[in-house]
């Protein structure tokens, strides 16, 4: 392979790894760097899913006269399978954790949807309007991710509190998993209780955001790479029988890579929804 090649392959895997940013990203942590593209699609898709939703709502239907159909029956289907895996995770009492799930599983899988998008269609449209880089995927952005985990995170620590009280939640915290009837033994265990318990209830967060993004991240990845079998020589391929039949190949992986990667974003999307429902029912026992 050429040196102009290899240069080519690496400049066009930096542009799809590039966010339209404010700022350089120079630490791993700075919370002055916004990625605009990542904003930006994260508020489209959560309107388009909260707005088809409630354009639902709006005009559903019951009865013989106006039974369900086409889009209607498909919001019905999600809503109720939803709710299904609510009732069989969380055995508390709340107005909020049905439509939580509801919304973390579509808008996750929404933002997961649009790695299926071919991946040079949207960016190339950007450099059109004088968009020099554009990441479609916000799933692939750590920030997002974490900021989705973080946001469980947060609600399971207000509802331990309101649901056994500052006592109860900082028993939990430093009276298990070892206990002894023991006074002295007993505090002799709290500071490693706590530590254990501290990693645990700070690695839920942690790899909630990685689980998602780890897997998007690699699929996007695979998109890139299959597009990079053609990029190289481009429509100069098709002279030959040879880049016909790389171009066919291309086709046919690209194609069956986006049928099992459909899979995979449903359950990244699934897996999110339920680990919250599991933490937050966690959150509302008492023993």
């Known amino acids: 392979m050429a040196a102009s090649d290899s240069a080519r392959i690496g400049e066009y895997i ?39 939703f409630y354009w639902v709502g709006r005009r559903a239907s019951a009865g013989a006269a106006g039974a369900p159909r086409g889009f209607q029956s498909f919001v019905e289907l999600i809503v109720e399978w939803v709710d299904s895996q609510v009732n069989d995770i969380f055995h508390g009492s709340s107005r909020l954790i049905a439509p939580l799930a509801l919304t973390i599983f579509c808008w996750v899988y929404l933002f997961n949807f649009m790695d299926l998008i071919p991946v040079d269609l949207l960016p190339d449209i950007a450099k059109g309007i004088g968009i020099p880089h554009l990441k479609v995927v916000p799933s692939t952005d750590l920030n997002a991710a974490f900021g989705l985990s973080l946001t469980v995170f947060i609600l399971t620590i207000f509802y331990s509190f309101k649901m056994k009280g500052a006592r109860g939640f900082l028993a939990e915290l430093t009276l298990q998993p070892f206990s002894s009837k023991n006074v002295f033994l007993q505090a002799l265990f709290v500071p490693i209780n706590f530590l254990l318990e501290s990693v645990t ?63 995979i974003i449903t359950i990244q999307a699934f897996i999110f929804m339920v680990l919250t429902i599991v933490y937050l029912s966690m959150a509302h026992e008492h023993h």
Request: avoid cysteine; charged fraction near 10%.
């Open 14 to 52: 930096t542009e799809h790894l590039t966010y339209l940013t404010n700022k350089p990203q120079t630490s791993l942590i700075n919370f002055t760097v916004i990625n605009y593209d990542t904003v930006f699609f994260s508020v489209l898709l959560a309107v388009l899913f909260a707005g088809s």
């Open 201 to 263: 209830q700070i690695a839920r967060p942690i790899s909630l955001a990685l689980r998602l993004f780890g897997n998007i991240f690699a699929g996007e990845m695979i998109f890139v790479l299959l597009a990079l079998l053609t990029l190289v020589h481009g429509y100069a391929a098709l002279e030959t029988f040879s880049g016909w039949g790389l171009a066919i190949m291309q086709a046919i992986l690209t194609f069956a890579w986006e049928v099992f990667h459909l899979l």
